[in-house]
């Protein structure tokens, strides 16, 4: 047990939380401003950014502290936070709202992240889709779960046994195609592209229903701890094109190229 509770009490408390945190969302996202498409502003980078994101921004940080853990806290909207990652030690990271462009698109496709990390590893995730009402978490020691319209299920990913013969279903980011994930599908052989948006492509791999995820552009590394929890809690992989598992509390928050799979793939470096 650390700072008063174990991570299987902490666990057990990301679903309350991220389900706050979308409640949070969609009071703006069913407001009348977003609506007609305002109340969008812009990063330094480019990246859009609403107040959707910054209410659930706070509703996390506030009761995440609650805890009472005094675990230091890592948001993509918080800057001065980003600080806090650490190779060794532990630490929340957090996406108040991942896809935010789903989000503008309103398309439903957009999720709440939260995750400890522990020495470089994320021990345990939650991913929330608020409009969807679909709820991913794990536990340690103990697996995945999906919670969809009050009905929770354990989370199992593929084999590659049970999927012999058939196609593999890929998953294509919605905004972030580029003609390297389109030569990573086309050297898989028979497959099918299967539509998710933000940290739900994870989660269709760690519910069953598909493959295998290139993301083989840019990401940081609260777009990927919560989803690589649960995805590897329910059986699944996510590495590096050199085999290497995704890390966390790297020098840069930006993540390599990485693939997320449900059995593990044959990968630039592996031996022929």
């Given at each position: 047990?650390?700072?008063g509770?174990?991570?299987?009490?902490?666990a057990n408390?990301?679903?309350?939380?991220?389900?706050?945190?979308g409640?949070?969302i969609?009071?703006?996202y069913?407001s009348?401003?977003?609506m007609?498409g305002?109340?969008v502003q812009?990063?330094?980078?480019?990246?859009?950014?609403?107040?959707?994101?910054?209410?659930a921004h706070?509703?996390?940080v506030?009761?995440?502290?609650?805890?009472g853990?005094h675990?230091?806290i890592v948001s993509e909207?918080d800057?001065?936070s980003h600080?806090?990652?650490?190779?060794?030690?532990a630490?929340?990271?957090?996406?108040?709202?991942?896809?935010?462009?789903?989000?503008?698109a309103?398309?439903?496709?957009?999720?709440?992240?939260?995750?400890?990390?522990?020495?470089?590893v994320p021990m345990?995730?939650?991913?929330?889709?608020p409009?969807?009402d679909?709820?991913?978490?794990?536990?340690p020691?103990e697996?995945?779960?999906?919670r969809r319209?009050g009905?929770?299920?354990r989370?199992?990913?593929?084999t590659?046994a049970s999927?012999?013969?058939?196609?593999?279903?890929?998953?294509?980011?919605?905004?972030?195609?580029n003609?390297?994930?389109?030569?990573?599908?086309r050297?898989?052989?028979?497959h099918?592209v299967?539509?998710?948006?933000?940290?739900?492509?994870?989660?269709?791999?760690a519910?069953?229903?598909?493959?295998?995820?290139?993301r083989?552009g840019?990401?940081?590394e609260w777009?990927?701890a919560?989803a690589?929890?649960?995805?590897?809690?329910?059986?699944g992989?996510?590495?590096?094109l050199?085999?290497?598992r995704?890390?966390y509390?790297?020098?840069?928050?930006?993540?390599p190229?990485?693939v997320?799979?449900?059995w593990?793939?044959?990968?630039?470096?592996d031996?022929?």
């Amino acid at each position: 047990m650390r700072h008063g509770l174990s991570d299987i009490g902490m666990a057990n408390r990301l679903p309350d939380i991220a389900k706050a945190a979308g409640d949070a969302i969609l009071n703006v996202y069913n407001s009348p401003q977003a609506m007609q498409g305002q109340g969008v502003q812009h990063k330094a980078d480019a990246s859009p950014l609403t107040e959707a994101d910054l209410s659930a921004h706070r509703v996390i940080v506030q009761q995440l502290a609650a805890l009472g853990t005094h675990i230091p806290i890592v948001s993509e909207e918080d800057d001065a936070s980003h600080a806090r990652r650490v190779p060794v030690g532990a630490f929340w990271i957090i996406d108040p709202l991942d896809g935010t462009k789903e989000f503008i698109a309103r398309n439903g496709q957009f999720t709440v992240n939260i995750a400890l990390v522990r020495d470089g590893v994320p021990m345990f995730g939650v991913v929330y889709a608020p409009v969807l009402d679909e709820m991913f978490w794990n536990v340690p020691e103990e697996g995945a779960w999906l919670r969809r319209a009050g009905v929770t299920q354990r989370l199992r990913a593929a084999t590659q046994a049970s999927r012999v013969g058939q196609p593999v279903r890929v998953l294509a980011s919605r905004s972030h195609m580029n003609p390297e994930t389109e030569a990573f599908i086309r050297s898989l052989g028979a497959h099918e592209v299967v539509q998710a948006g933000s940290s739900l492509k994870f989660c269709r791999i760690a519910e069953g229903a598909a493959d295998c995820y290139p993301r083989l552009g840019p990401t940081c590394e609260w777009d990927t701890a919560a989803a690589q929890a649960v995805l590897e809690a329910a059986g699944g992989h996510v590495h590096s094109l050199d085999g290497v598992r995704l890390g966390y509390g790297k020098s840069d928050v930006l993540n390599p190229p990485f693939v997320a799979s449900a059995w593990p793939l044959r990968l630039k470096g592996d031996a022929a």
